[in-house]
T-cell receptor, first 111, second 116 residues
């Protein structure tokens, strides 16, 4: 049982480049979410999904797109990377009402 | 307005003492859940404890307990007999479920330092 997996672990992008952060879970959880963590800011919700085919914006959605075509996968797309998107990104999943299971995180640097 | 407020950016506590980490929340929902997570320097998020809004008793998990005061909208984490390994960032979070919406929002965290 792998839990929540994220790839890549580290990424360096140039300003303006696009990329997709991958997230997958094997626990059949309906709820999945993406957070970014910046020093002093805690975890801020970017986008979330309550099931396949359904996505919604969180607190800081600008500059990011998501889709949820399957229960297992919830990729996060950076359309045109900016230095302000330098952060650690966490993907998480959960069942109906209990704890979220977090992936190990992706450390992204945009130069 | 912040949904989750953690007013202590940092705390220093002597080993073996009990420590209380503060968390207040803001919601108009009747049904919600409150969580605490620990993030050590290695970076992973570790679930500690959960309290549902309808739970009548305070949640406990080993040395962790959640002091839930619904009327005051507070959900403080109490760690008894602190250990050096408790040094970490601690995050309070709230899950609200309204209609189709289902969000989990985190506070900014408290950095706890346990002193030998």
């Amino acid at each position: 049982n792998a839990g929540v997996t994220q790839t890549p672990k580290f990424q360096v992008l140039k300003t303006g480049q696009s990329m997709t952060l991958q997230c997958a879970q094997d626990m059949n959880h309906e709820y999945m979410s993406w957070y970014r963590q910046d020093p002093g800011m805690g975890l801020r919700l970017i986008h979330y999904s309550v099931g396949a085919g359904i996505t919604d914006q969180g607190e800081v959605p600008n500059g990011y797109n998501v889709s949820r075509s399957t229960t297992e996968d919830f990729p996060l797309r950076l359309l045109s990377a900016a230095p302000s998107q330098t952060s650690v990104y966490f993907c998480a999943s959960s069942s109906d009402s209990y704890e979220q299971y977090f992936g190990p995180g992706t450390r992204l640097t945009v130069t | 307005a912040q949904k989750i407020t953690q007013t202590q950016p940092g705390m220093f506590v002597q080993e073996k003492e009990a420590v209380t980490l503060d968390c207040t929340y803001d919601t108009s929902d009747q049904s919600y859940g409150l969580f605490w997570y620990k993030q050590p320097s290695s970076g992973e998020m570790i679930f500690l404890i959960y309290q549902g809004s309808y739970d009548e008793q305070n949640a406990t998990e080993g040395r962790y307990s959640l002091n839930f005061q619904k009327a005051r909208k507070s959900a403080n984490l109490v760690i008894s007999a602190s250990q050096l390994g408790d040094s970490a960032m601690y995050f309070c979070a709230m899950r609200e479920i309204m209609n189709r919406d289902d969000k989990i929002i985190f506070g900014k965290g408290t950095r706890l330092h346990i002193l030998p």
